[in-house]
């Protein structure tokens, strides 16, 4: 069993920033990999970026690579998406999940997030 809860969205403007945050509970945080997804109104889920347990690996998305950054303290049961230079295309509802295989499918994440907003403006 693990619950996450994500915090950390808002308003910002376009070329601004804000820091996304995850907390789960349990004591096997390490275990799991983590990513983040996003949906915007009358699209699909999409994938932003995963981290690996360990946070030694990440892999992102091409529309959000070199903006945002994952990372995850373990010791803080906690995974960050710090999202700069942020556009209008960016607003979107974003999630986190954790599963037992890190990929870019968010079929194969079995815990979720609540979800958290993030609008950007023009």
């Known amino acids: 069993q693990v619950q996450l809860v994500e915090s950390g969205g808002g308003l910002v403007q376009a070329g601004g920033s804000l820091r996304l945050s995850c907390t789960a509970s349990g004591r096997t945080f390490s275990s799991y990999a983590m990513g983040w997804f996003r949906q915007a109104p009358g699209k699909e889920r999409e994938f932003v970026a995963v981290?690996?347990?360990?946070?030694?690996?990440?892999y992102y998305a091409d529309s959000v690579k070199g903006r945002f950054t994952i990372s995850r303290d373990n010791a803080k049961n906690t995974m960050y998406l710090q999202m700069n230079s942020l556009k209008p295309e960016d607003t979107a509802v974003y999630y986190c999940?954790?599963?037992?295989?890190?990929?870019?499918?968010?079929?194969?994440?079995?815990?979720w997030g609540q979800g958290t907003q993030v609008t950007v403006s023009s």
């Open positions: 981290i690996s347990g360990s946070g030694m690996n990440t």
């Open positions: 999940a954790a599963g037992t295989l890190a990929t870019t499918y968010y079929s194969h994440y079995s815990y």
